[in-house]
């Protein structure tokens, strides 16, 4: 698995980290990035292009989707390119987005 730390930086000042880690399904052949410990501030302004690197950044690496927790408004905030597909127990919901 590979993992990496990511920053989000707007007009230089750092607005958002988070850790993305790549996993190979062990039921499957899939491969799937991971992407969690996300915080920061001012998401709409950078939510949509996150999802667009995220999204390069998986089909790069042979995954089939990415996936993610956060508070409800994702999809809107990262243009209806992500998806909720369900809730975790912390109330959070979970989001994916499948990648080509």
């Not at 790549?22 to 001012?42: N, P, Q, T």
């Amino acid at each position: 698995d590979l993992t990496q730390v990511w920053a989000v930086f707007v007009d230089k000042r750092l607005r958002a980290a988070f850790l993305t880690s790549l996993h190979d399904l062990h039921d499957s052949k899939e491969r799937v990035l991971d992407i969690y410990g996300l915080g920061g501030e001012g998401a709409p302004k950078w939510g949509r292009e996150l999802s667009e690197v995220m999204a390069a950044f998986a089909s790069a690496n042979g995954c089939s989707r990415f996936t993610f927790a956060g508070k409800p408004g994702w999809e809107r905030i990262c243009g209806g390119t992500v998806k909720a597909v369900g809730t975790r127990d912390n109330g959070h919901v979970q989001f994916e987005r499948a990648v080509a």
